[in-house]
């Protein structure tokens, strides 16, 4: 049996056990969708959403990325947003970075890597932003982490600066986003302190009135 044949047999497997453990399971999740979390987190294959924060299908509303970055140009990222606020309504929006994180350290780097350059420049100028700080790190790894950290706080503050955010509030949506990072080490999250859930909480410079 290869691969792919190994896929679809746990598939049924999976199924199969489902409904046996809950008879209605699947025509729940077909009638509808509540997730009350959007998590935007990083691709990497070693970080599954609902595992380790012990949810089930149809709980969370993921979106993920390299380096689990939130660009106002991303139209993908930004739609995932939308749908998640305005549609499904989510009480939560949690970016989740990770220690560890090679497209963290790969923007700490100057081998050009191709396409990709482009998308770690945002990490880059995260990096530059608070490159004294940095610097002042002697440990390359402890360095990497301490950016993977910082690159979480930037995409929480992305995510509070677009309009799809500051138009729930304005709209009296409770909407609380929060920065997160996991640790390959030992799988254990740690909450980064940050919980912004209005636009009182975010710099003038970013605040839209209408």
């Known amino acids: 049996m290869n691969l792919l044949d190994e896929c679809f047999a746990a598939n049924r497997l999976w199924a199969k056990d489902a409904v046996e453990n809950d008879p209605e399971f699947f025509k729940r999740l077909e009638a509808l969708q509540r997730p009350e979390i959007l ?20 709980e969370v509303f993921v979106h993920r990325n390299v380096a689990n970055l939130v660009e106002h140009t991303d139209v993908n990222c930004l739609s995932v947003l939308q749908y998640a606020i305005d549609v499904l309504q989510v009480k939560h929006v949690i970016v989740v970075g990770h220690y560890g994180c090679g497209g963290v350290r790969a923007a700490m780097q100057s081998q050009p890597l ?4 482009n998308w770690l420049r945002h990490i880059r100028d995260v990096h530059l932003w608070n490159r004294d700080e940095l610097n002042a790190i002697a440990d ?16 929480v503050a992305n995510v509070c600066h677009t309009t799809i955010v500051q138009d729930a509030w304005r709209r009296g949506q409770t909407v609380t986003v929060h920065g997160w990072i996991y ?12 919980v912004i859930e209005s636009p009182d909480q975010i710099p003038p410079e970013y605040r839209l009135f209408y």
């Open 183 to 194: 640790s390959l080490h030992d799988g254990l999250l740690r909450d980064l302190g940050m």
């Open 114 to 117: 191709g396409l990709i350059d």
């Open 140 to 155: 390359l790894e402890a360095r990497t982490d301490r950016l993977a950290e910082l690159n979480v706080e930037a995409q």
């Open 39 to 58: 998590w935007i987190g990083c691709s990497d294959s070693r970080l599954p959403p609902n595992e380790i924060i012990g949810r089930r299908s149809g």
